[in-house]
């Protein structure tokens, strides 16, 4: 591996840890109450399962990142990198796209069930999931880009 690609692999894997490790963060901070009709509700991330999924899925994409950070120079463990880097570039667009959804609905709600949209009344929390989600999908992209680059510069050696 050239010291080029060594390099925009490094560079490509930090700023996926950023995107992840942020996004777990900025969703698991993400709180706010309202008032309606003199009852508090609460918005908070752990009151929806799909969330909770992300916010975990994003913390183990943000820590294999961070180890294979510290492991990157190994060579003989390149096989193995490869695979796990198929597996958490899928984690991430599952958790992505499942806590996209539910946001959808927070926002637009849903006529046919009669669910409301929430936003107007907790809007910070909707900044905070709105916020997460797009570095969890910045994180996701940018996995898909690392693979894509290992799985070339794989093919390349392997030849």
């Known amino acids: 591996m050239t010291k080029y690609s ?36 609460k918005a908070k991330y752990s009151n929806t399962p799909t969330f909770v999924y992300f916010v975990i899925m994003e913390a183990i994409a943000s820590g294999y990142s961070l180890i294979t950070l510290l492991l990157s120079s190994k060579n ?9 880097d198929v597996i958490i570039a899928v984690i991430l667009s599952s958790s992505t796209s499942a806590a996209l959804a539910i946001a959808n609905v927070g926002k637009k709600g849903n ?3 009669g669910w409301l949209p929430i936003c107007g009344q907790v809007p910070k929390f909707c900044d905070h999931v709105t916020g ?8 996701a992209v940018l996995y898909l880009v690392l693979l894509l680059y290992s799985l070339d510069g794989y093919q390349v050696y392997t030849s």
């Open 132 to 139: 997460s989600l797009v570095a969890g999908f910045v994180g």
């Open 76 to 84: 003989s463990l390149r096989h193995l990198i490869i695979i796990l």
């Open 6 to 41: 060594k390099f925009f692999t490094l560079l490509l894997r930090l700023l996926a840890f950023a995107a992840t490790a942020v996004a777990a963060i900025v969703m698991a901070t993400s709180h706010d109450s309202a008032n309606v009709l003199n009852l508090t509700f």
């Open 111 to 113: 006529s046919h069930a």
